[in-house]
């Protein structure tokens, strides 16, 4: 299992991007799938995530409103809108079915 993470990059307050993860050696779409962020000092935190066979995303508080997950295939995608400096951070995808699995994240620079 493997995954592999695009999309990062610098933008301006309000701006946006959008970030995808491809998934290589399994079927994505048994496996829950999420997109995790951790910010400079401080711990990882859950951003959004869509359960094993399903397709409909759950946000956290930070993400709600803003960000949408979608899965397609063997991708995830993360559409993120309306970027703030304190999204700033590296963002991982992940999926798990019996443990975790983590792609290698993708920096994220919101400027003011």
């Known amino acids: 299992v493997q995954l592999q993470a695009s999309g990062g990059g610098s933008v301006l307050d309000g701006g946006s991007l959008k970030l995808s993860c491809v998934g290589s050696?399994?079927?994505?779409?048994?496996?829950?799938i999420g997109w995790v962020r951790q910010r400079a000092d401080k711990e990882r935190e859950a951003v959004a995530c869509?359960?094993?066979?399903?397709?409909a995303g759950y946000y956290s508080n930070v993400a709600e409103g803003r960000f949408t997950i979608s899965r397609t295939g063997n991708r995830i995608d993360l559409q993120m809108t309306n970027l703030k400096p304190e999204d700033t951070a590296v963002y991982y995808c992940?999926?798990?079915?019996?443990?975790?699995?983590w792609g290698q994240g993708t920096e994220v620079t919101v400027s003011s």
């Open positions: 050696g399994f079927r994505m779409l048994s496996y829950g």
């Open positions: 869509i359960p094993a066979l399903q397709h």
């Open positions: 992940n999926a798990w079915y019996r443990r975790d699995y």
